[in-house]
């Protein structure tokens, strides 16, 4: 089924089309490679735990369907999405947004590993030699990260989460849909020439932690395809001279994790497209021109403005 939204834009009018699937008319995708060990309960029981509270709700994934019928009622919980995309397409920019209005956790698993990475533990080594290859990180290890975070989260009493960069593999979604019921997955694209100089500019304060971006995007529209602009996201004075670059955003590493993605982590989309829960989301600019467009295709535009009024 595809939903068409009427959206009009600052110059012209235009359409945007989102797509709702509720068939299963992808091809079957391959199982990642990497397995975890499943008979082990420990490196499942946070997550199992976690996911199978029952707290209030605001479920704003109309028409979307549940499918796991162990899992609580929507009207007990909170909400439980999933945000897909290639790596810097800008999952965590929108999830984080999302999350602050409707005050649930952002649980990224990239945030979770590079973690892992400054603590010098003893996956420190390991993760370093996978990261730096531009591979994806085994099942194993990410479940067990994951796992943790959630566990630290519940005995704190969070509620809800939205899920960045979980599940990339046919694998770990099955073990997600197994102990839990996805609300929705949105999908974030991006053409890709914009994907790599975004990859390229991303930009780190070594002091404050920081996330900015230094690409400044004009594509002019050619064949019918319609131009796309984006600012530069620059930092504060205090922070310019503070800007790092991380490590595996080199044009090598990023074409190699676009690569292990499009070869891994996109059969995901025909997992969940399957299942009635993806939502396909083209992102038009930056975030002043996508991030209204992308409230208004999850039925939140009117909410935001009812927050705002609120505080």
Request: proline share 8%; glycine share 8%.
């Amino acid at each position: 089924m595809i939903f068409s939204f009427y959206i009009p834009s600052r110059k012209t009018s235009e359409t945007i089309r989102y797509r709702h699937s509720n068939t299963a008319c992808l091809p079957p995708s391959p199982r990642c490679p990497f397995s975890p060990d499943l008979s082990a309960p420990i490196r499942m029981a946070a997550l199992t735990r976690f996911v199978k509270r029952t707290t209030p709700l605001y479920s704003l994934a109309r028409g979307f369907s549940s499918t796991n019928p162990h899992a609580p009622p929507r009207e007990n919980r909170n909400i439980q999405w999933v945000f897909l995309g290639c790596p810097g397409v800008g999952k965590g920019t929108y999830a984080s947004r999302l999350c602050n209005l409707l005050g649930v956790p952002h649980i990224a698993t990239g945030d979770l590993v590079r973690h892992e990475l400054s603590s010098k533990g003893p996956l420190s080594s390991k993760l370093s030699e996978i990261v730096n290859q531009g591979q994806l990180v085994s099942d194993e290890i990410i479940i067990n990260l994951l796992s943790k975070r959630l566990a630290d989260g519940q005995a704190k009493g969070e509620s809800g989460f939205i899920l960045d960069g979980f599940p990339r593999t046919i694998n770990q979604a099955e073990i997600l849909e197994g102990v839990t019921d996805i609300d929705l997955v949105v999908n974030l694209k991006i053409r890709e020439e914009v994907l790599l100089a975004k990859c390229l500019g991303r930009r780190t304060c070594s002091q404050c932690g920081g996330n900015f971006n230094v690409a400044s995007i004009n594509i002019k529209g050619e064949n019918g395809r319609p131009g796309m602009s984006m600012a530069p996201l620059l930092p504060p004075e205090h922070c310019m001279s503070k800007l790092i670059t991380r490590s595996d955003d080199t044009e090598p590493i990023v074409k190699e994790r676009l690569r292990v993605y499009n070869e891994l982590s996109q059969p995901v989309e025909g997992f969940y497209h399957g299942k009635g829960k993806l939502l396909e989301f083209e992102l038009p600019g930056g975030i002043p021109e996508s991030w209204p467009k992308l409230l208004q295709a999850l039925n939140l535009d009117d909410y935001e403005e009812k927050q705002s009024v609120a505080a």
